[in-house]
């Protein structure tokens, strides 16, 4: 049981953290490369084997593969040795504190230890990527629903998945004939919603209200946000109690029935009038509901817990922990699957506006949480979001400046295309195979995924769509690649190949290989001393060109070497003016360079201005030569 516990752990979340690794190639040895060959191949004990003849200068991301090797072979004495040291290290993460503490007896103050280690450690930030990218994901269309009303409507809830279908949604009770005699009765300076029966059309987004009269679940108070499972057919709602408290405050609880006449309504939580309990959203699989509650205990403000459901009770809630919820509010949570929740927060909000993020979990009770699109969250509150997958539509409630009534329904077409992307990696000619820095397949959908979150919900495959000129190439099984060149001579290489999604293929995406970086001759680069520049001129003197020449020259002979350029003014002048024409001569230097080399993007500049002064002192007093050695551009050389 022990062992498939830890099994379940390496398999199902290895691939979060694992694929930042194994850089700096040239730094490698033959058999760590092997090691990672023969691990991403699922080959353990071979793995073990060449790990262990450089065991003591294994990178930390190695001592995990050579620690999983033996865990997956059996030999867990070994694992919980590696674990130790990997623990010990000020690299390591959650899973391996996880994995240290289920290697451990159970129950025994260590494991207990290393778990409460794993609570409180920071998620790692899966953005912190090697690589820079041209992904350019579509702006999704953000379209007021037709029919919303100048009150206010928010909350839509999908009955069927019909392109005309059924829905339920919240709007003020003001806005309906039947419910006015209500009013009367409710004196709060505060709207009061009920739920509204109506259409949506999912190609339009035209909202057609039906039914108002809704007596099974209106009532003359507060309904709200709430969540429907087909599988049972089980709405579940937030409502009030039936009273206001003295500061016209309504205290909400959950409660569920089913849509047919004969259901009764029940409470599904504690009965409680010292805080609310609202917002339910319950999982695909009807066993876990997610809600918003200001109950004691919490980060502060609204968090987000969730209850289990068992034998047709639901279990006591638990918090979603601080790696979602804050001091601020957290609410509106929104069960997608079993590792997606969307919810809002007013933690980054300009005047406690919300935004609506995105959790993904990676273990247990621990979450990776990302904001959506600025064209998706507005700079006013946008909550209550959603995707249907199978109407491809996504949805929310906002109340910004475009709208009709105080909150309104939005809709979008939920249909993202994977932009180009390029990837750059290193290969060795002695080496027999190279195991890219980072996974090309994983790397690039995370580098997708920071840019645009949403991109999780689909599952990609890879399509080969070129393959190297020069060499061979093996696609691993988790997306890795090992590419080897056939000819010594040529020091550069590509591939390309496309992702293919549930609804189409990305556009190319190019893998670049050039051959690992030589040791460049710094003394040989010394020549290229800086160049200068006329009094209040940008432009470059006929005399510098032919050392601007040697420079290009020098960089299309080492492709691996990087060029920054900073220049600089004399003292006259304003700062201000100083500064935009420090910048006017980088750019005159550096287009200059760019359009003569290989791989332009390697050349970079700044200017600084007068504040490279290498000759100071009062600015009236220098002489004209002080003043010509400050007006100058000054290379480094970056590899």
């Not at 269309?141 to 949604?169: C, M, P, R, T, Y």
């Not at 509010?329 to 300009?350: H, M, R, T, V, W």
């Not at 919900?457 to 890879?462: C, E, H, Q, S």
């Amino acid at each position: 049981m022990k062992r498939k516990l830890v099994i379940f752990l390496v398999f199902n979340f290895y691939n979060f953290f694992v694929f930042s690794q194994i850089k700096d190639l040239q730094k490698d040895s033959l058999s760590h490369i092997w090691g990672d060959y023969y691990f991403l191949n699922s080959s353990y004990e071979k793995s073990i084997l060449k790990y262990q003849k450089t065991d003591n200068n294994l990178s930390i991301e190695r001592l995990r593969n050579l620690a999983n090797s033996y865990i997956l072979t059996d030999n867990l004495e070994e694992a919980v040795s590696i674990y130790e040291k990997i623990t010990k290290s000020n690299k390591a993460n959650v899973l391996d504190y996880y994995n240290y503490a289920n290697l451990l007896p159970a129950g025994s103050d260590l494991a207990k230890e290393y778990r409460e280690k794993a609570i409180k450690l920071p998620i790692i930030d899966k953005n912190n990527l090697d690589i820079e990218s041209k992904v350019l994901p579509d702006e999704y269309v953000i379209e007021n629903a037709q029919g919303n009303s100048e009150k206010g409507d928010h909350g839509l809830i999908f009955i069927d998945n019909k392109i005309d279908g059924k829905v339920l949604f919240l709007s003020e009770q003001s806005n309906s004939k039947e419910i006015k005699t209500k009013l009367k009765k409710v004196k709060s300076k505060f709207p009061i919603y009920n739920f509204y029966e109506g259409n949506f059309n999912s190609e339009t987004f035209l909202l057609e209200r039906i039914n108002s009269n809704l007596k099974k679940i209106n009532s003359k108070f507060q309904e709200g946000y709430g969540s429907y499972n087909p599988l049972n057919k089980t709405l579940y709602f937030t409502r009030s109690e039936l009273r206001l408290d003295s500061n016209d405050s309504i205290q909400l609880n959950i409660y569920s029935t089913t849509l047919d006449k004969r259901s009764k309504i029940k409470l599904i939580l504690e009965k409680t009038d010292k805080y609310s309990n609202l917002h339910p959203s319950i999982s695909s699989k009807n066993n876990r509901l997610y809600f918003s509650s200001n109950r004691p205990g919490g980060y502060g403000g609204m968090d987000i817990y969730y209850a289990d459901l068992v034998d047709d009770k639901f279990s006591k809630p638990i918090n979603l922990g601080p790696d979602v919820n804050t001091k601020y509010n957290e609410s509106f949570p929104y069960s997608y699957n079993d590792s997606i929740l969307f919810y809002s927060s007013d933690k980054a909000g300009e005047g406690g506006r919300l935004n609506i993020y995105i959790a993904t979990k990676v273990i247990s009770n621990r979450w990776i949480t990302d904001v959506l699109k600025d064209n998706i969250n507005s700079k006013s509150d946008d909550f209550s979001f959603g995707i249907n997958q199978k109407l491809k539509i996504g949805f929310l409630s906002s109340d910004r400046k475009d709208g009709i009534g105080e909150d309104d329904i939005y809709a979008f077409k939920f249909n993202p295309r994977l932009a180009g992307v390029e990837d750059f990696y290193e290969y060795k000619f002695s080496d027999t195979l190279v195991v890219a820095k980072n996974s090309v397949l994983f790397n690039d959908l995370e580098f997708i995924h920071s840019i645009d979150p949403l991109q999780k919900l689909y599952k990609k495959t890879v399509k080969l769509k070129s393959v190297p000129k020069n060499g061979t190439l093996v696609f691993n099984e988790n997306g890795t690649f090992l590419y080897k060149s056939e000819i010594d001579s040529i020091y550069k290489d590509s591939f390309s190949y496309i992702l293919k999604s549930e609804l189409k293929f990305s556009e190319p995406i190019t893998v670049y290989l050039n051959a690992a970086k030589k040791q460049v001759n710094q003394i040989q680069f010394k020549q290229f001393e800086s160049i200068f520049f006329d009094f209040d001129k940008s432009d470059i003197l006929l005399k510098y060109k032919g050392k601007l020449d040697k420079v290009v020259e020098f960089l299309n002979k080492n492709p691996e070497v990087s060029l920054m350029l900073s220049s600089y003014t004399d003292c006259r002048g304003s700062k201000s003016y100083n500064l935009e024409l420090s910048n006017r001569r980088n750019k005159s230097v550096v287009e200059y360079i760019k359009n003569r080399v290989k791989n332009p993007e390697r050349v970079t500049g700044k200017g600084y201005g007068e504040k490279g002064s290498i000759n100071k002192g009062e600015c009236s007093k220098l002489s004209k030569k002080k003043h010509q050695e400050n007006r100058r551009t000054d290379f480094k050389l970056k590899i």
